[in-house]
């Protein structure tokens, strides 16, 4: 039996979202083991000038917790 936990982060990219979440996953990678999934809660972007600046999503992270 495993149990799991899951914890909301955010990220940002100036390139898209799929890249913030790329960079959301492989940031919870450095710190969180046994990362098993994810998925976007919310995207959003920022807006300078009339143009996207930047690209913001929020990420719900599944990990297996150790014995």
Same mark, same amino acid.
């Given at each position: 039996?495993?149990?799991?936990?899951?914890?909301?982060?955010?990220?940002?990219?100036?390139?898209?979202?799929?890249?913030?979440?790329? +960079?959301?996953?492989? !940031?919870?990678?450095?710190?969180?083991?046994? #990362? @098993?999934?994810?998925? &976007?809660? *919310?995207?959003?972007?920022? +807006?300078?000038?009339? !143009?996207?600046?930047?690209?913001?999503?929020? #990420? @719900?992270?599944?990990? &297996?917790? *150790?014995?």
């Amino acid at each position: 039996m495993s149990v799991a936990r899951i914890t909301e982060i955010s990220s940002t990219s100036t390139k898209s979202f799929e890249d913030a979440i790329n +960079v959301g996953i492989e !940031r919870a990678g450095n710190t969180l083991r046994n #990362l @098993k999934g994810a998925w &976007v809660k *919310d995207q959003e972007v920022t +807006v300078e000038n009339g !143009r996207i600046a930047s690209y913001k999503v929020i #990420l @719900k992270v599944t990990f &297996v917790l *150790d014995d």
